[in-house]
T-cell receptor, first 115, second 113 residues
């Protein structure tokens, strides 16, 4: 089973709202990722958690706040977003076998619209 | 720094025709290469991957890809395209640490009936 689940599927929020995106995997993977994807573009890496610790932050604005409560869950807390933050947010996970067969598996994404 | 180029932004093929999507990579060491497919509004599904060994790799849905080190290429092929193959296809290269995927710009495949 290579399933990554994400909730909600769609989210509409105002610029003053606070919301959270959730991601879950039960494959025993030790790395989890957040990507942002704008229309007709490839995914852009935002954050990487390795062994539940934030290992990469690609200079993402502080209005995006990631959290990894345990090895199976990954959240993305959103606050004071801008309309240009509207995008498809993708979660992925991988086993994190160093330099070998590590493969990222993606969830279906959350379509975020900021009004 | 690693990079991936997909020269074709759009490709249109007739149903039943063969398909080849091009991917060129730049990476200093042994590349770890992937092809993903994305239907509109959906996540990315892994089609196939190359780490080492046989340079012709088989994937799901009848796709295959050939790694050619001399050409820095990893082209995706399918002998007979189905209408359901219409989607966006992304080639990607992964670093040795395993935590960074670099994607190409994507190729949008359209299938004519």
């Amino acid at each position: 089973d290579t399933e990554v689940t994400q909730t909600p599927k769609h989210l509409v929020m105002g610029m003053t709202n606070k919301k959270s995106l959730k991601c879950e995997q039960h494959m025993g993977h030790r790395a989890m990722y957040w990507y942002k994807q704008k229309a007709k573009k490839p995914p852009e890496l935002m954050f990487v958690y390795s062994y539940e610790k934030l290992s990469i932050n690609e200079s993402v604005p502080s209005r995006f706040s990631p959290e990894c409560p345990n090895s199976s869950l990954l959240n993305l807390h959103l606050h004071a977003l801008q309309p240009e933050d509207s995008a498809l947010y993708l979660c992925a996970s991988s086993q994190l076998d160093r330099g070998t067969t590590d493969t990222q598996y993606f969830g279906p994404g959350t379509r975020l619209t900021v009004l | 720094a690693q990079s991936v180029t997909q020269p074709d932004i759009h490709i249109t093929v007739s149903e039943g025709a063969s398909l080849e999507l091009r991917c060129n990579y730049s990476y200093g060491a042994t590349p770890y290469l992937f092809w993903y497919v994305q239907s509109p509004g959906q996540g990315l599904q892994l089609l196939l991957k190359y780490f080492s060994g046989d340079t012709l790799v088989q994937g799901i849905k009848g796709f295959e890809a050939e790694f050619k080190r001399s050409q820095s290429s990893f082209n995706l092929r399918k002998p007979s395209v189905h209408w359901s193959d219409a989607a966006e296809y992304f080639c990607a290269v992964r670093n040795n640490a395993g935590n960074m995927l670099t994607f190409g710009g994507g190729t949008r495949l359209m299938v004519k009936p």
